[in-house]
């Protein structure tokens, strides 16, 4: 497996879009498309909150029932969620007006958005916008940008990757960009995220790897502990690699599986260290935990603890708050077993062990705290299992950011 | 029931005192006594992390085993959390010297301690206090001030609270003080909160109202959803107001767990109201939920939403974020059936309903959101059940406070 530059445009018969739309914003790109020139396969995780977004709906049905997929159309500035009927009716003339502009079939386009909760998408901008983008479409890098860059609300940068790996001698690619960075604490999959791909796969294979794949990569990040109206991560595959279809578990579904890790990891990182607000990029590596779930819930307590993620972002070795985060997740331990470490470029230092602190240095601590990606490193000695959180500090920021979104 | 002046010493029999012992802080009252003239019976509810701090430990077993109790110590500064035996050696140094200097048996001694996790407290310290303590004890309104200034932390003023109330013609006196403010997401109890009472009733039936009465008082209230490692609420029962004991449930026990509730309740919204870096209670009501325990669940969710703090902080009226975190909730509703109001002193609104916003004016919105006390209230249209939970709004002091809370 070898990264490549580019994105969602990286892999074969992909094209991609980003052009102003004014859907909320002004002077910046606020719509992007997604286009396989043949069609696709694809399959989607979804949030689990009870109060869905519109196109999540919609999504959740095109890609159960749909026999192809070909092209998504995506706005930020607006989430089209708590919109009722009218936000449904927006997301059909979504479908209708790409359709057309594409000469593709309606069901065959999928629809997603993010931004404010609760306002009307006004559907002349937004047919606007996707006549705009239908006309820009490009299969270049920089049109991979363009949408990268159009999907982010309160992101500082976009995010995006692409790889390439062998199936049975042929280069399969696969590409991704996503966004963040607030609302994010994904539940089944992540705030918006897109992967392309020209593997040859069956529909069922790509549903399974891409919902295996969330638990350890998009579900284990969290920004603020909330969970989105409009998480969607959607993956297209057109099949153009020319391999042997992907039809059963084995290597190749294997290899495939490899370079999607890959590419989520990277996005969810890119996510989480983007957090609304964040000056750094908060790991917690839980080891010798005695199942895998425990080591995820241990993690995941530690990287959404407010008073951690207050203490990282102030440089402060405050390890007692992360046994405390451990302590109330819910896995049973005796304290007293734990060993805690931190660690970043910087090095390593042991700062917990046989149920008090280490004799460690405060300035050698600060040092490591002060670097832009910091790990907690815990042992449970409860067992082999292990699992990996990303968060980010809690900065005045991300309330200035909060404090006003809608304005 | 009537309110009445003062605190801890407000019922027959109870003495307090506050004193500067230097255990980490310099230049303020660090260390509080409670003391009662005569034989106690006590209850106690526990913080559920697994974590928990040496005096945590330690008054389980005091509640549990001991015939009576008669005194509190209680330390600010250090949580003497995290600490391994030599914590719990320190516990047993206060109760040895608390217990020379009361003329008590030491069995009957609690101890309690909030403040920074992982250091040791300076034994000879907080013997040195205790002797203060011991000298300075007294009845009067003033003393139950000094005691509720010293257990402060980063909380901003004292909170206490006394009610009278009659049982058989007896005037019976329920008083009591708590601390806050950070780490503040009680399960099965609270940061530390002490209430005495002159009522006569037996151990079983004081453990049993107080264990019913957390469930909606201080379990409903969070300020940034870590649940400490030192949680501890405590009521000790002197039987001086001269009732018959109340032994079992009945009318009796019901004016008991009325006034035990009004107090509680006080304390929890006094809590959450001055949360670290609160601007504003922030009161979220769930009504016509399916169950009480959905209902507790729904106000919960909302009130530990880190961007609907916020949006709180900013007097922004985003109720799509409460949406939201009604909807992960984990509770299930249909969105299309729940009404939002925002209500504070200066009037109320309806804000959503049918599954889309209201048509309301946003001036009058921020106007109600700019109050020290601001309310969302919730119909579920489900049932019959109801619950109301207590936070505060998210704010750049919530960061500074707990960017470098050590120093």
């Not at 957090?275 to 995941?300: N, Q, Y």
Request: with cysteine; aromatic share 6%; glycine share 10%.
């Amino acid at each position: 497996m070898k990264q490549i530059q580019g994105g969602i445009t990286a892999a074969k018969g992909f094209q991609a879009a980003g052009v102003e739309a004014a859907i909320k914003y002004r002077n910046r790109k606020d719509m992007a498309l997604i286009y396989s020139e043949v069609p696709c396969v694809a399959a989607g995780t979804f949030t689990t909150n009870v109060v869905k977004a519109a196109p999540v709906l919609w999504d959740q049905r095109i890609v159960k029932e749909s026999p192809y997929v070909q092209a998504v159309v995506v706005n930020s500035g607006i989430a089209n969620a708590c919109t009722g009927k009218e936000g449904l009716d927006c997301c059909a003339a979504e479908s209708r007006c790409a359709g057309e502009q594409l000469g593709i079939p309606e069901t065959s386009i999928l629809v997603a958005s993010t931004g404010v909760i609760g306002m009307q998408i006004p559907v002349d901008r937004i047919t606007e916008g996707i006549r705009k983008l239908a006309a820009a479409k490009s299969d270049t890098p920089e049109a991979g940008t363009d949408a990268a860059k159009a999907i982010m609300t309160t992101d500082t940068v976009e995010k995006q990757i692409a790889v390439t790996f062998e199936i049975d001698g042929k280069t399969v690619t696969l590409g991704g960009m996503c966004k963040g960075s607030g609302m994010i604490h994904p539940n089944m999959c992540t705030m918006l995220g897109f992967l392309t791909t020209d593997v040859k796969i069956s529909g069922r294979m790509l549903q399974k790897a891409l919902s295996a794949d969330v638990v350890d990569s998009f579900n284990m990040i969290s920004v603020d502990g909330d969970t989105s109206t409009n998480d969607t991560l959607l993956i297209l595959a057109n099949g153009l690699a020319g391999n042997e279809e992907i039809v059963s578990e084995g290597k190749n579904y294997d290899a495939f599986c490899e370079a999607l890790r890959f590419v989520t990891t990277y996005l969810a990182r890119k996510m989480a260290g983007d957090g609304e607000g964040a000056t750094a990029l908060f790991e917690t590596k839980v080891i010798g935990a005695a199942s895998k779930e425990d080591a995820r819930t241990l993690a995941k307590s530690v990287i959404c603890s407010s008073l951690t993620k207050a203490a990282i972002f102030g440089h402060d070795a405050n390890w007692g708050r992360i046994l405390c985060a451990l302590g109330y997740s819910g896995v049973p331990f005796e304290p007293e077993n734990v060993d805690l470490w931190f660690q970043s470029v910087s090095g390593r230092i042991h700062i917990y062990g046989n149920g008090v602190a280490c004799d460690y240095s405060e300035e050698e601590a600060t040092k490591i705290l002060s670097d832009s990606e910091v790990t907690v490193l815990v042992d449970m000695h409860m067992g082999e299992q292990e699992a990996t959180a990303w968060g980010c500090d809690l900065s005045y920021d991300y309330v200035k950011i909060n404090a006003d979104y809608r304005s």
